[in-house]
C-alpha cells in the first residue's frame, strides 16, 4: 500500500500547481475557442466511430479545422442514427467557430 503523503509535498504541490495554472492559462476569442471545441469533439468522434466510419482512414490521423467537415462528411454517410445526430452537433460547432 501507498504511504499518506506529508503536508510538506501537499503544500509544496500545490504552489507548482497554482503557479504553472496561471502561466498556462491563455486568451482566446470565442471563435478561437469554438474552433478548438469542434476539433476536439471530431477527434473523439473519430476515435468513437473509427471502426463503423472511419475503418479507411490512417489510424494515426490527425484532425486539424481544416478537416472537421470531412469528418462531418463521414459520419453522415457512413453511421448510424447516433453518428447522424453527432454529425449535427458537429457541424453546429463547426459553424460557429467560423462565424
Known sequence: MSEPISEAVK????????KGGRKS??????????????????????RDYKTQCFWSF??????????????IRTLRDEGNAQAFALAKRLHQLHAA???
Open 25 to 46: 492559462r491563455r486568451r482566446l476569442d470565442p471563435a478561437q475557442a469554438r474552433r478548438m471545441v469542434a476539433v476536439r469533439e471530431a477527434r473523439r468522434a473519430f
Open 11 to 18: 503544500t509544496y504541490l500545490r504552489e507548482i500547481g497554482a
Open 58 to 71: 490512417d489510424p494515426e490521423w490527425n484532425i486539424q479545422h481544416e478537416q472537421v467537415p470531412l469528418v
Open 97 to 99: 467557430g467560423e462565424a
